[in-house]
């Protein structure tokens, strides 16, 4: 389970641009289920994801993972809970270029320090998941739109996360590709991941995947249901 309780979000506090995120949000995401966050641009849904995957601090409110909290952790604990626990797939993809797809899966585990070979059989194994073995040794400029997505998830699932935090995964995606990614998305539920994705996009929040739909609009949580 993860929690959050009156949990806000303010930038560029006391000045006058200051401007509020997320709202007094209270919430819990039961393990193992499909979470989908929806509401227009400027909503909070991805400064609300942010703060569930650990990414920015709460400027209050207190967060938990099952029973701990994680809202007051040092920095370097933080981020160690952050690698080990959640995966991110991210708008922009954000993926490196001028270096190879298999690379790019593996940048988030360099800092563990495991051992290389290891890493590369892992990552090599993702892109066969994913029918991009071929491409490995591709540049990440080289790939089709689709191939950069995912080679997104591969990185993401590189830590063998319990926890897929997707924003805005299918904005740049045509229904093709956007009904692929949610077929891939069903795979790591039935693998038992959860899985957090945000989006406007009724092939997402409409989906038979999607347990619940949470609609957010001005920082604050506005609606509760399941899915269609």
Known sequence: MITIREVTKVFNQGRPNEYTAVD???????????LALKGPSGSGKTTLL???????????????LREREL???PERFLTEIRRRTFGFIFQQLNLVKGVTALEN???PVYPTG?????????????????????????????LSGGEAQRVAIARALINNPEIIIADEPTAHLDTRLSREFMEIMQDLKDQGKTILISSHD???????????VLEMRDGRLVSDGAAR
Request: with cysteine; charged share 20%.
């Open 24 to 34: 007094g949000v209270n919430l819990s995401v039961e393990m193992g289920k499909v």
């Open 50 to 64: 942010t703060v569930l995957g650990c990414m920015s601090r709460p400027t209050s409110g207190r967060i938990f």
């Open 71 to 73: 809202t007051s952790l």
């Open 105 to 107: 899966v593996m940048v």
């Open 114 to 142: 495991e051992k290389f070979s290891s890493l590369r059989k892992r990552a090599l194994s993702l892109l066969d998941t994913f029918n991009l073995s071929h491409r490995a040794a591709a540049k990440v400029e080289w």
């Open 202 to 212: 009724p092939i997402v929040f409409e989906s038979n995947l999607v347990d619940r």
